[in-house]
């Protein structure tokens, strides 16, 4: 079996999730890249990562009680600062150098926190994927999260690709099956650390979770899907429903809806992802009916993927190797794919894994 | 652990189930063999059957819709004809030669159908373990279907000795312990595929499945059970109650009652099992109740099987290797055991497993 | 992963439960050291253990039935002494030399159960760590069991350090978070099988589960544990509340409360431990809301640890490699488990593991 090294890339911001999850006063625990972690915000108001097991007993820092910035493990009430250094062993007055639990950047942009699982040093906040929509007043939508038993890079890989709203989604985010046919994804544009594509369907009938809220009405539309993928597992897509004939650099916004949105993948473990996301409207902003109906619309989608996503994994689990085929359609996620392979395989070579030796076990 | 490959046998039919468990335009996941299959009946009449997942990205067929004779996946809508060849994209012209599932001839006979898992050159159906009396007006029995949490050779080991009838089953199938001392296998045949015995219960009282629905009410029997089993898992059993001291060469039917029963056990995985059966009578055709009762009866003597059955599989799992010892009764089963391996590895040395080498994993 | 002979030792006794478990003509499956094993009362009145797998096919002898001292394997009949030889086949005279089940020596001493499950010939039930106040009549408490998912060198480590009273069971067990900072073992003994510590708390408020059944109401006490481990799980402790400087080598009793608690860990798995434990008291013995209080009351200071440590096997488990750090007052621990390494290495010399060669499997 792959270690976690094998499969994930240390030195980059993951999003950990919502700010809102943190409630004052209570560590969360929260698995990222197989490594439990707990989260806490700090008496000061500043956001705390480290890992979730005691460096005495590994007792569950989650277990525990925030004293300022600090953490105090309720097992033998050994009291950690921010930075995860041992300085109060109750009982005891010497405290070892190696009295530390590892602890990682956690950083707030936009509502959502982030964490940098590598190194701390190499951790720029400026390097973080924020959503500029999610602090913008223009737009309105709800904090979501769900959760998937299934590795993170298949829904990457279902986002990749549109054509599966027409089979997928056809009651909800799709249309009818004529999407598949007759849209192909357009300007693909290759990152260093992801992809960009344009997906155009014209003339087409609304799909129902826009036609349900719309103030229009239309009967027909022209539909752009502008979607950015950036590794490890941001997903940004800026979505335009304009008259039929619309031109998009004539600059005429009238009945033009305009929607964004956010998904973040970030792997729990091999096989189970958290899945973080916020679907906006610049219109009717005040109109909470339809928050609530966009907001339920995406999530029945989201949950025909997830229905379909985590029998892949099973199927893929349970049965000999499985040598997928590419398609056409796949080539963004192909180049992805071949990103993350090489984002681990340049950061294995610069930390080569340490091998763990225990001295004395306990169990 | 053991590949597949060094477990079963696939260049035979397998039972896969009622013919009537596969309803009109709706896909059936079954695995067989550690190998998830679908299932359906196309438009034509005709039953097929490959593999569970599309090759572009293993997404669940199952979930699929049934066009004519084909399948097309409902992820990005890929079709496959009834041999498994992917025939139409949507969104792509071009449709490489090796974007094919496997598929698997799928035959009905006598309502059940039949999967020959191996090279489909070889599959000839009059090789298929067809029972007679499911097709056969002068019998009447119900289609059951039950599942086991253990490896399908325990079953064939429980039912390849009797005496057990008398210990696990005294209150439903069996009658008194007096059966294991009294009665032994008799004019055991050994096949280059299977075995067969017959077993003489004479002169005892009759075992309670029988004598609550008999129309005699007879105190006492000759009993007799011709019991036969074939590779893979197809058991069939001939019953018959009779007047004590029938002969059973004088051709004389008076006040002689005969069961059909059948069973088959497809090993599903290594630990879990299919478990199919029917069970017939030559008389009261037309009585419901009676059909019911012996129905009944028959269920709660295998769930008596099963209890035991299973908490066997668990102790063979959970603790050090198992080496069992052999009685006399066991040289059936050990003859079906050593025919089962011998089988196995005449097949390895023709068909040599072939590694999958994944050029481009998903996750 | 390590074999079971690499973390446990057989040569010793290990509680096996209360005598009260065990229902007349009824056998009890239980599982030890990763062997299920079953037991029962021989209607001589003798406790009998052996493997719950019958020799022929590995049937539970759980589901068996208790003849005399034997018991009757209810798959085939199989019956076997209750030194686990089998003398009776129905249908078969000859029994092989081999038509035997490992059999344990299993003794009863103050209500309680010992097994031992190395080499008979070696067993003394002088060596056995009986608990004298479990039938001393001035002692009065009920026999309880609780089961962890855990394993049981955890449960070891809580016991030998009581700090954790502080954070762990400030509302149960424990009182004052002082109790951290101000107490701290003293005379510490080590044992080649174990170690004992005292541990005084003078002048301070008594802990909730005292202070709420004391016929006192003392505001502050003097209180002392004494903690004896022995291994295996033996766990044995002694607790004075006296009333403020109390000299204990003054033989005064009055208004002194003492208690006296047993509590065995026996390895079920590596990861999952039996529990059995009675914890008594020297007064006001005829009152029941007082031993029903007392034993909710240490019930739910057992739940605080369980939930802890079941969530530190978890984080042990599920994540990579662990190296504690030790603190002083783990010194009792760290001998413990030296200890416990050491018998291993010593019994592994003396019996190095036979490989169980399989001649024909039935699966």
């Known amino acids: 079996m792959k270690t976690p090294e094998e499969l994930f890339v240390y030195n980059c911001w993951y999003n950990a999730g919502w700010a809102s999850e943190i409630e004052d006063g ?62 109060e062993i109750p009982g005891q007055d010497l405290i070892g150098e190696n009295f530390v639990v590892p602890s990682y950047p956690l950083v707030e942009k936009s509502g959502m926190l982030w964490i940098w699982m590598g190194d701390s040093e190499l951790a720029n906040p400026d390097d973080i994927h924020d959503y500029a929509p999610l602090s913008d007043p223009a737009y309105v939508g709800l904090e979501q999260q769900i959760h998937y038993d299934a590795n993170w890079m298949m829904i990457i890989d279902n986002l990749a690709d549109f054509s599966h709203l027409a089979f997928v989604h056809p009651n909800t985010l799709g249309g009818s099956e004529e999407y598949a046919y007759q849209s192909t994804h357009q300007d693909i544009e290759k990152y260093y650390n992801g992809f960009q594509w344009t997906r155009w369907h014209k003339n087409s009938a609304p799909p129902p979770y826009h036609s349900v809220v719309s103030p229009e009405g239309e009967a027909k539309v022209d539909r752009r899907n502008v979607v950015t993928i950036y590794t490890p597992g941001v997903f940004f897509m800026e979505t335009t429903f304009a008259p039929v004939g619309w031109d998009p650099d004539s600059g005429d916004t009238d009945k033009v809806r305009e929607y964004r949105n956010c998904q973040f993948m970030t792997p729990e473990t091999r096989s189970t992802t958290h899945f973080w996301w916020c679907y906006m409207r610049n219109y009717d902003l005040d109109n909470e009916a339809t928050t609530i109906s966009l907001r339920d619309s995406l999530l029945a989608g989201f949950m025909e993927d997830k229905v379909l996503i985590e029998q892949q994994q099973v199927l893929l689990e349970n049965s000999e190797p499985f040598q997928p085929r590419m398609l056409t359609a796949d080539r963004p996620f192909m180049h992805f794919r071949k990103v993350w392979d090489r984002m681990i395989k340049e950061e294995r070579e610069k930390y080569p894994r340490k091998e763990i030796k225990i001295r004395n076990a306990i169990i």
């Open 26 to 87: 209570k560590p969360l625990a929260r698995t990222f890249l197989e490594k439990p972690v707990v989260m806490y915000r700090g008496e000061s108001g500043n956001y705390v990562a480290m890992d979730n097991r005691c460096c005495h007993r590994a007792a569950p820092l989650s277990l525990g009680r925030i004293e300022g910035d600090c953490i105090r493990c309720m097992y033998h009430g050994m009291k950690y600062d921010s930075e995860g250094k041992c300085i």
